[in-house]
């Protein structure tokens, strides 16, 4: 096992690995800015090392500081947590190039996956559907309007380096292709730095589901089941997650998460990822994208499956078999993720920053908080405005929901806008009540 792990992130998901590593008796060393000089993986971390100012070019996405920081305080492993450097295959590159383990997928699969056009080529070898559209990147203009019109308007035109909801453009007829096109071509370069875009038929009602996958070094692949992560805003941002997905036919499921095993298998994959999938109302689906990294919502899987991923990640990276295989996996109950984050739904949810003047979360039975964020604490312009993850568990969805609806109604937080009260309308709705999902929900059941 480890000696000693550098964190290579911030907020609550450093919080998370340090605690994981924490309870297998491994020590942490967690990477800050300037910042983020006071933050509680900072005070949580046995060792904290300053990686640069404020900005994330110089800091968290500065490769050379935080490997610089690994090797002065002796690390022999690195978890890059979730965004900045996680799914950058040259970041994991460097850190085998120094002898530093990287807590991840390999090198090749991160490539693979983090090109979407190869990841679509990649999956149709493997037998996984994917929406109609191209494998190759769209450059030529009047070519790519010609194959647009061929797959049929509306499209989408996506970023071949995009992910996380990210790069993503609808184009609703010819006229406007060309434009679009080429905005979204800049987009792409200035966002990944690769200006590849390709283009994929829009489905316009459809559920997101995904489905956690664990990988060994040792061949063997198994699915924990799958999450619903529908309720988007129009940025397709994530707001709540739930585990199992709700009336999602059982055979619908089993073809869904034996399509997820054959993308990771199909990649080469090792560590814990998520295989995301668009499901259309008759139950036809179609491969999205791959994360090669821990998802935000994974805290739903682990509260139905009491299975917990970051360990998981740590011992498959350090070479250990998965102690399981797919028929000793067991789902109990339902569990539901909300994002509490500082945006404000009333500005088309823009991010704010300031100081928590008050603060109180929720607790008791089958609810879980998973922050960063403290009484008195700078929310910084700088990053994601991510506050809390709250997550409940109970044995059922309807019991889920009303242990969610107490939850939140506990949670009080003062000096910045938050999307709160956006949420406990979400769980007072009776079409998300019953289940009626989809990625429109918001802009359907939502809208003032």
Not at 155 to 172: E, L, S, T
Request: aromatic share 6%.
């Amino acid at each position: 096992m480890f000696k000693k792990i550098l964190v290579a992130n911030r907020g609550d998901i450093a919080v998370r690995v340090i605690r994981a590593a924490h309870e297998m008796r491994i020590p942490t060393v967690a990477v800050y800015s300037q910042a983020d000089a006071d933050s509680l993986p900072v005070r949580l971390a046995d060792e904290a090392v300053c990686i640069g100012p404020p900005e994330r070019k110089g800091s968290y996405l500065h490769a050379p500081n935080i490997l610089s920081a690994a090797v002065i305080t002796g690390c022999d492993a690195l978890h890059p947590g979730i965004g900045f450097l996680a799914e950058v295959a040259s970041f994991a590159e460097m850190c085998d190039a120094i002898g530093l383990k990287y807590i991840g997928p390999p090198v090749k699969a991160i490539e693979t996956m983090g090109d979407k056009i190869e990841a679509r080529a990649s999956m149709e070898k493997a037998g996984v559907p994917v929406v109609p559209g191209t494998n190759v990147a769209m450059r030529d203009p009047l070519e790519a309007s010609k194959i647009a019109a061929k797959i049929g308007f509306p499209v989408m035109i996506k970023a071949a380096g995009g992910g996380g909801g990210r790069g993503i453009r609808v184009v609703q007829n010819e006229e406007e292709f060309p434009k679009i096109l080429k905005t979204a071509q800049v987009e792409a370069e200035s966002s990944f730095g690769n200006p590849d875009v390709y283009i994929e038929k829009f489905i316009d009602t459809f559920r997101h589901i995904e489905v956690q996958v664990l990988a060994d070094e040792h061949g063997n692949v198994i699915h924990l089941g799958e999450r619903d992560c529908s309720l988007q805003t129009q940025r397709y941002q994530k707001m709540v997650e739930e585990a199992p997905a709700p009336h999602l036919p059982p055979a619908v499921r089993k073809r869904i998460c034996e399509a997820a095993v054959r993308a990771a298998k199909a990649c080469g994959y090792a560590s814990a990822g998520t295989v995301e999938f668009i499901v259309a109302p008759d139950g036809t689906f179609y491969f999205m994208e791959m994360n090669t990294r821990l998802q935000i919502e994974h805290p739903i899987t682990e509260m139905v499956t009491g299975i917990d991923l970051v360990k998981q990640q740590i011992k498959i990276a350090a070479g250990e078999k998965l102690p399981f295989g797919q028929r000793d996996i067991r789902w109990d109950g339902h569990a539901i993720e909300v994002r509490l984050t500082a945006r404000d739904p009333d500005r088309d949810f823009a991010p704010n920053a300031g100081p928590i003047r008050s603060l109180r979360l929720p607790g008791g039975l089958g609810v879980r908080v998973d922050t960063h964020i403290f009484c008195g604490y700078e929310v910084p312009p700088y990053y994601d405005s991510m506050l809390a993850k709250i997550i409940v568990w109970a044995e059922d969805r309807a019991g889920a929901i009303a242990r969610m609806q107490r939850a939140l109604d506990e949670v009080e937080i003062t000096g910045i806008k938050t999307d709160l009260e956006y949420h406990k309308r979400i769980f007072a709705n009776a079409f998300f009540r019953k289940g009626d999902l989809s990625t429109k929900f918001l802009m359907t059941h939502l809208t003032d």
